[in-house]
């Protein structure tokens, strides 16, 4: 062998050397930064959350049928430790949610821990469309995606209220197109996307026969609307509004015991 090639190999070896070395130093730089990432993760779970910051969304007008301290009771209830005592470790925010929104009056919550170990959480309330004081004795609220809420000891909500002859609440009207509480949702819908019918009616009473009588918030009168029609209830709406708008101003509302948009294409109204 020459030297050539003797010096050769001794330069293919030490490079050879040199490149494991490099190559295993990058494998403990990166084993080292695992570690102590494993680290900051390991202390970050065990370190206690600072605060616990409920929000409740308020409902249009203010109003709150669920307060944050409710709130705070429950989760209290659900976990083994006192919320002062809670680490990272111990929060599991998909939980979080499913434990506030099993709560009547809350339609969705969010919750999330900041980089300060803050239990954030929101959340939104149901909003009632209809409260139902039925002759049958239950009185309840169904809200705008149609599911029944106790009545809330913190505010009562003001919405159009359904008395009378109203059929028992059952958890499946949803499935059968032409039942009582299904026309009523879709009634109150009516009303509540018409700022002028939303300003209007107070109450629905359904009568034995199973017809809709509505009652203004001004004035004594009634208003026969007849059974619930996908098509001709809001016809007759529509009647009713542009009489209120035109006709009653001339002469007054108190003049009139009644109007009745149960005859096709008119308001046959009847004086007090």
Known sequence: MTNKEHGSRVARFFAGIFIGIRTYGWIFVALAVVALAISAISERESAHISAIRPEVIPLEDGANLVEAEELMELLSASFTKSLDQLKLSDVDVERVEEVLESQAFVGDAEAYVDADLVLNISVRQRVPLLRIIADNGQNYYLDREGIRLPLSQNYTVRVPVVTGNVVPWSEDYREKPDHQLGQLMALGDLLRHDPFLAALIEQ?????????????????????????????????????????????????????????????????????
């Open 204 to 272: 629905i009473d359904i009568t034995d026969t199973g017809e809709l009588v509505l009652a203004p918030k001004v004035g004594d009168q009634v208003v026969y609307l007849g059974r619930y029609d996908e098509e001709m209830t809001p016809a007759r709406l529509e009647r009713l509004k542009i009489f209120y708008r035109e006709g009653l101003p001339y002469e007054g509302w108190r003049k009139y015991r009644s109007f009745d948009l149960r005859y096709a294409d008119q308001v046959v109204a009847k004086k007090a």
